[in-house]
């Protein structure tokens, strides 16, 4: 069973900090992982999605790395803003069969940027 | 089309009470995805249609639990006998067919469900 753990639970910091949030999981046969933000009350946003056979994505600010064989990816968040603050959240694609596509997610890291 | 779309967005509803939640995917898209996200955590997978076929259910779905996808268009999602621990954001997702190569999840704003 597919499980995903994200480090840390949360994090705050100063306006215009680089940052990196974590993403482990324990089941290396995936079909993509994606990057997601939630704001309070809100639904899911995405903002990068990796295929497995790819290493990183990059939109903006936001870089997103993945290696399978070790079974993590990171978010780096350049120059970071307090428009920034929300939950973000990792999501790894099932590889096939009956799981196709199927998400499994990490709890969420609660990203805080002060003034 | 702008893209999924669920109703409602908010229930308030009293323990034993059945509700019914509806999912409206993006109109191309032929799988379609319930989640279930509770307070402080990360979505958990329901259940996953592609066209009407149901072709998997979390065991998280219990008996009280059922998805439809009739037509291979919208969804719903009915709870009967409604406890206080259903209380959660109900989340669709859809996605297009396998064979377009594209495998992004596209999500809906959630149907939030309380139960008092």
């Known amino acids: 069973k597919q499980e995903v753990t994200q480090i840390p639970a949360a994090l705050s910091v100063p306006e215009g900090e680089n940052l990196v949030l974590n993403c482990s999981f324990t089941?290396?046969?995936?079909?993509?992982l994606q990057w997601f933000r939630q704001d309070p009350g809100k639904g899911l946003t995405s903002l990068l999605l990796i295929q497995s056979s790819q290493r990183e994505q990059t939109s903006g600010r936001l870089n997103a790395s993945l290696d399978k064989s070790s079974g993590r990816s990171t978010l780096y968040i350049a120059a970071s803003q307090p428009g920034d603050s929300a939950t973000y959240l990792c999501a790894v694609g099932g590889a096939g069969g009956t799981s196709y596509g199927k998400l499994t997610f990490g709890q969420g890291t609660i990203l805080t940027v002060h003034p | 089309d702008t893209g999924v779309s669920q109703d409602p967005r908010h229930k308030i509803t009293k323990r034993g009470q059945n509700v019914t939640f509806r999912c409206d995917p993006i109109?191309?898209?032929?799988?379609l995805y319930w989640y279930r996200q509770t307070l402080g955590q990360g979505p958990e997978f329901l259940t996953y249609f592609q066209n009407e076929a149901q072709l998997e259910k979390s065991r998280l779905l219990s008996d009280r639990f059922s998805a439809e996808r009739p037509k291979g268009s919208f969804s719903t999602l009915e709870i009967q006998r409604t406890e206080q621990g259903d209380s959660a954001m109900y989340l669709c997702?859809?996605?297009?067919?396998?064979?377009?190569?594209?495998?992004?999840?596209?999500f809906g704003p959630g149907t939030r469900l309380t139960v008092t």
């Open positions: 997702a859809s996605a297009p067919p396998p064979s377009s190569g594209e495998i992004e999840q596209y």
């Open positions: 109109s191309e898209h032929n799988r």
């Open positions: 089941d290396s046969a995936i079909y993509n």
